[in-house]
């Protein structure tokens, strides 16, 4: 089985910068791809990133390109989301996923990391 964990998450300033972690352990051969989505209050979940572990370059949404980055450590099983000119709207859970080879759609999830941004 595969898990993946998130990490980084906490209350910041408007302006601030912060930098999630989501380490994926267990059967991590298997591992298509990682991404990370967020839920604010209210609201559906949002895709914000992905980075596919054989190759391609990282996709980021619309919404959050120029101000996030996702990136990879693939000898660590890791994927980062580092956030710049964080805004009170950012403030959500965000939640690290993984895709395995074969699945459909991003099958495994993290329980969620809190970003609160502050005006």
């Known amino acids: 089985q595969v898990q993946v964990t998130e990490s980084g998450g906490g209350l910041v300033q408007a302006g601030d910068s912060l930098r999630l972690s989501c380490a994926a352990s267990?059967?991590?051969?298997?591992?298509?791809?990682m991404a990370w989505f967020r839920q604010a209050p209210g609201k559906e979940r949002e895709f914000l990133a992905a980075?596919?572990?054989?190759?391609?370059?990282?996709v980021h949404a619309d919404s959050v390109k120029g101000r996030f980055a996702i990136s990879r450590d693939i000898a660590k099983n890791t994927v980062y989301l580092q956030m710049n000119s964080l805004k009170p709207e950012d403030t959500a859970v965000y939640y690290c996923?993984?895709?395995?080879?074969?699945?459909?759609?991003?099958?495994?999830w993290g329980q969620g990391t809190q970003v609160t941004v502050s005006s």
């Open positions: 980075f596919r572990w054989t190759g391609g370059g990282p």
């Open positions: 996923a993984l895709q395995r080879i074969g699945a459909s759609t991003w099958d495994i």
């Open positions: 267990g059967r991590t051969s298997r591992t298509y791809a």
